[in-house]
């Protein structure tokens, strides 16, 4: 079977804009408040969350705010193994139950770090995903799509080897002012 020209054609150009596409998403700087619950809930709703946090993401490209953030002091959680961006985001806890629904919440054991706040492309769009917890046994982060705005998401949680990735809660998110990575304090 043959396949046209202008099919390959259109395929090639298709791909070339996913791919530049992929490259320019970003998730938009900002603080953030956070509220992780077991059900999708609003920022409103801190009675009902599991989880809250301040999340911080930063634009690294910014040489003045650059220096601010490498000024704060925190520990660097571990990238994925795709992912070879420099941290751009940092959180603090303020409050974590200890599971969410009947099951342990690794959202809130590591209370504020250094991570990672990532673009992918995916078949529906721009996925986005940071990082919260990781050990050699379990891994927690939020995911998001859409334009990067960080204000609602799921929770996913894994607990290697019998628990594989899995949504365990949503998030509702706001922005609450410009970038301060000293809120991650």
């Given at each position: 079977m043959r396949i046209?020209?202008?099919?390959?054609?259109?395929?090639?150009?298709?791909?070339?804009?996913?791919?530049?596409?992929?490259?320019?998403?970003?998730?938009?700087?900002?603080?953030?408040?956070l509220v992780l619950c077991a059900e999708p809930c609003t920022t409103a709703e801190t009675a009902r969350a599991a989880a809250t946090a301040i999340v911080v993401i930063i634009?690294?490209?910014?040489?003045?705010?650059?220096?601010?953030?490498?000024?704060?002091?925190?520990?660097?959680?571990?990238?994925?193994?795709?992912?070879?961006?420099?941290?751009?985001?940092?959180?603090?806890?303020?409050?974590?139950?200890?599971?969410?629904?009947?099951?342990?919440?690794?959202f809130g054991i590591i209370k504020n770090a250094k991570t990672s706040a990532v673009a992918t492309t995916t078949p529906g769009g721009s996925a986005f995903s940071m990082r919260f917890f990781k050990s050699i046994d379990g891994?927690?982060?939020?995911?998001?799509?859409?334009?990067?705005?960080?204000?609602?998401?799921?929770?996913?949680?894994?607990?290697?080897p019998e628990n594989p990735f899995h949504r365990n809660a949503y998030f509702a998110a706001e922005r609450i002012g410009e970038p301060d990575p000293t809120q991650c304090k």
């Open positions: 046209p020209c202008s099919f390959a054609v259109a395929v090639l150009f298709g791909s070339a804009l996913l791919a530049q596409s992929a490259s320019s998403a970003a998730v938009p700087p900002g603080t953030y408040r634009d690294t490209s910014d040489k003045t705010k650059r220096a601010a953030w490498e000024a704060v002091s925190l520990p660097i959680l571990e990238r994925p193994r795709n992912v070879t961006a420099e941290p751009n985001a940092c959180f603090k806890v303020t409050q974590a139950a200890r599971t969410v629904g009947t099951e342990s919440l690794l891994t927690y982060e939020l995911r998001w799509t859409g334009n990067g705005q960080l204000t609602r998401g799921e929770g996913w949680s894994a607990h290697a």
